[in-house]
């Protein structure tokens, strides 16, 4: 059963597009939701989080909307670069651990110049 | 060096041979973490550890062993495993305070191929 579900499996958007990644979950105890970033041959890193307490967090040109009555929370980037071509990874977790997360599988971001 | 490293960063074994990775934190943290990254797959919680004491092992083949001799070193030892254990192995860590834990560093992982 997986808790986390993300869509899609990959994206391309061009250059300056908002791509939206979106992800469901199913346990109403997850209270803490953030979104890893992943290039090739790094390690994921964490790039945005937010908590069920408010319904959108910006920070720079990324963007998380939560809904908490539809269980579901989306990632957006505005003005997209190629640099942000990456893996992205929801994730959530319950009872302020923040390390033990549960992900999604990830979406493979390429925005083309 | 700052941050998790890993070593070594590729592996290829045999299904009988023992090998062993190794992660090193330079943050400071107490707790680290084993996690499994297969293609299309979530990233799957292996062990954590707080304080050098094992508080998390999700149902993982007793053919991964972790070890943990203080809070900046973890270990996971190889041994009989299978094919379907190739995959990308990642260390992370971070700062347990008890409560509201705080962000996970991810390591750049550990690439395991098994023939």
């Known amino acids: 059963q997986q808790q986390v579900k993300q869509s899609p499996q990959s994206l391309i958007v061009q250059k300056g597009g908002i791509p939206i990644i979106n992800c469901a979950y199913e346990?109403?105890?997850?209270?803490?939701f953030p979104w890893y970033q992943q290039f090739p041959g790094k390690g994921p890193a964490l790039l945005i989080a937010?908590?069920?307490?408010?319904s959108e967090k910006k920070e720079g040109r990324f963007t998380i909307s939560f809904n908490k009555s539809a269980k579901q929370f989306s990632l957006h980037i505005m003005d997209s670069q190629p640099g942000d071509s990456a893996t992205y990874f929801c994730?959530?977790?319950?009872?302020?651990?923040?390390?033990?997360?549960?992900f999604g599988t990830g979406t493979l971001l390429a925005v083309q110049p | 060096e700052t941050g998790v490293t890993q070593t070594p960063r590729h592996l290829v074994m045999g299904m009988t041979n023992k090998k062993s990775l190794k992660c090193e934190q330079h943050?400071?943290?107490?707790?680290m973490y084993w996690y499994k990254q297969s293609a299309k797959k979530p990233l799957e919680l292996m062990f954590v550890?707080?304080?050098?004491?094992?508080?998390e092992n999700n149902s993982v083949p007793s053919r991964f062993s972790p070890e943990c001799p203080n809070s900046s070193h973890l270990f996971l030892h190889l041994h009989t495993l299978q094919p379907e254990d190739s995959a990308l192995y990642l260390c992370?860590?971070?700062?347990?305070?008890?409560?509201?834990?705080?962000?996970?560093?991810f390591g750049e992982g550990s690439r395991l191929t098994v023939l």
């Open positions: 994730a959530a977790s319950k009872g302020g651990a923040t390390n033990k997360l549960i």
């Open positions: 992370a860590s971070s700062q347990d305070n008890g409560g509201d834990t705080g962000e996970l560093f």
């Open positions: 943050l400071g943290h107490n707790a």
């Open positions: 550890y707080n304080f050098k004491e094992q508080t």
């Open positions: 346990n109403t105890a997850f209270d803490y």
């Open positions: 937010i908590r069920p307490d408010v």
